[in-house]
């Protein structure tokens, strides 16, 4: 488990995952209201050089940044609960683009079969706790990756 306990190590968290990130990753965010997937979001966005103000695309459910090297998508699926609209997901996930997507439970029958998938909890009003699981071998590599740095960071005990 990984332990975030303020908003800079969040930041630091994100810029350690997204060192890592190519084109094509898709990244799930799963977390109550209030658990920081969309500071999380923000935070991935900035670090993949996203120059625009990144806020919650709830209403718009996709949002697209131009980065440094790659576009970032960035969806928020909460309103989609109890729907069985496909808004085109595929284009998104096969794009030269990394994708975080937002309660991603509610479109589980459209998401491809590899992910990694980043589990917030939040413990008070700044600590988080995080773990993360991946879903094939890319993933698996990059959850490896990742998780040596943070390591090395002290992030995980």
């Known amino acids: 488990m990984i332990t975030i306990n303020n908003i800079d190590q969040m ?9 890592h990130l190519q084109p094509k990753d898709l990244i799930l965010l799963n ?13 991935i966005g900035k670090h993949l050089g996203v120059k ?5 695309p709830t209403f718009n459910i996709i949002k697209s940044y131009k980065g440094t090297n790659m576009k970032f998508h960035h969806m928020d699926c909460y ?11 595929d284009e ?8 975080v997507i937002e309660w991603s439970t509610f479109i589980q029958d459209l998401l491809p079969d590899n992910h990694l998938t980043i589990n ?3 413990v008070d009003e ?12 890319h993933y698996a590599q990059l959850k ?8 090395a960071a002290g992030y995980i005990q």
């Open 11 to 19: 930041n630091q968290f994100a810029e350690i995952l997204t060192k």
């Open 31 to 43: 977390g109550n209201l209030g658990a920081g997937k969309t500071t999380l979001s923000q935070f």
């Open 52 to 56: 625009r103000t990144i806020n919650s």
């Open 79 to 89: 309103r989609l609960e109890d729907s069985d609209e496909d808004l085109g997901f």
């Open 92 to 99: 998104y996930f096969d794009d030269h683009a990394v994708t």
């Open 120 to 122: 917030l909890t939040a």
């Open 126 to 137: 700044n600590k988080r706790e995080i773990t993360i699981e991946a879903q094939g071998a």
């Open 144 to 151: 490896e990756d990742v998780t040596r740095d943070l390591l």
